[in-house]
């Protein structure tokens, strides 16, 4: 065959169009290894899941994993149990960054994957989705005046990954609690200290057809913040 021959051409979709670098939404997963299948379990998460799970599909751009040892457990409050449904659940956090415009397209992406790999016998069955959810991002407040931007805080090296759930009194709205947080509670608190940046959040629902082991849970107006600290990640 002559080199001048014409070659066939596959189609190439457009995935993103030069959009700038923003977070949009955030999928955000904590799960519990069945006792004794702990090493099992982050082999497998972290040689195929991370990538063939998640990074590897368009529009995510950033993610990481982080662990609860037994005496970070310690220092959750009693109220941690509307999350976890019992003290001392939830070993091992994964949270990846998708972007801004195309968390619709990136859903449905996720869950045609998530349903072949299930397919393909990819999947490890010992093990509990403790939260696994979407969750809309609202705004960032850093403790630095030139700190990380919320945009590449899973790519530096922070010690560790906080989720706060915070619920508003009853009568307050959303936009009241979120004015306490930024304008009184973070400038009192975050000075000083190793929190250098905090994210606000809202729940996002799962797709109907989402894989039937992750449990459905609701995504209330409930906001969660997420504080991420300065030094060594897993």
Do not use: C
Not at 88 to 112: A, E, F, T
Not at 133 to 154: C, N, S, T
Not at 181 to 210: K, M, N, Q, S, W
């Amino acid at each position: 065959m002559s080199d001048d021959a014409p070659k066939k051409s596959r189609p190439i979709e457009v995935i993103a169009d030069a959009e700038e670098i923003k977070l949009g939404s955030i999928l955000f997963t904590i799960v519990e290894p069945h006792r004794g299948h702990e090493v099992d379990y982050n082999r497998w998460y972290e040689r195929d899941h991370f990538y063939s799970g998640v990074m590897i599909g368009p529009w995510t751009f950033a993610g990481n994993r982080y662990v609860a040892t037994a005496d970070l457990k310690a220092l959750q409050g009693p109220e941690s149990v509307s999350i976890t449904g019992e003290p001392g659940k939830g070993s091992y956090v994964g949270v990846y960054w998708i972007l801004d415009g195309y968390h619709d397209l990136w859903n449905k992406w996720s869950v045609r994957q998530v349903r072949q790999l299930h397919a393909k016998n990819r999947m490890f069955e010992h093990r509990d989705h403790v939260h696994t959810l979407l969750y809309r991002f609202e705004w960032a407040q850093g403790r630095d005046e030139d700190g990380v931007p919320i945009e590449l805080a899973l790519d530096h090296r922070y010690d560790g990954f906080v989720p706060v759930w915070v619920e508003a009194n009853e009568g307050t709205t959303r936009d009241e609690l979120w004015s306490y947080l930024r304008e009184d509670l973070l400038p009192a608190i975050l000075p000083g200290t190793d929190a250098g940046l905090v994210g606000a959040f809202t729940p996002l629902p799962l797709l109907i057809d989402a894989p039937g082991d992750v449990p459905r849970m609701e995504a209330s107006e409930t906001p969660v913040d997420v504080l991420i600290r300065p030094g060594k990640p897993l």
